[in-house]
């Protein structure tokens, strides 16, 4: 099974920032595949949810250096 979350990221100024915030989320474990871009300020992330909860997601986006919104978009 696979889930897909939108998470509305500060600070995603241009394409290397959406790729960093990308690239921070590609070694989590039961993540799938990410797309990220700084026009929209999302990150929109396919994961497995027996393998993780979309808090783990934010928390390695904050340890990142990112701010998410307080709000996400889940996409089924």
Do not use: N, W
Not at 68 to 73: H, P, R
Request: glycine share 8%.
């Amino acid at each position: 099974m696979q889930d897909e979350i939108c998470l509305i990221v500060a600070g995603l100024h241009d394409d290397g920032c959406a790729r960093r915030a990308a690239m921070a989320l590609t070694g989590v474990h039961g993540v799938l595949a990410t797309r990220a871009s700084h026009a929209s300020g999302m990150v929109a992330v396919s994961y497995d949810p027996a393998e993780l909860v979309p808090a783990m997601l934010v928390e390695r986006l904050e340890k990142a250096g990112f701010t998410l919104a307080d709000t996400a978009v889940d996409i089924e």
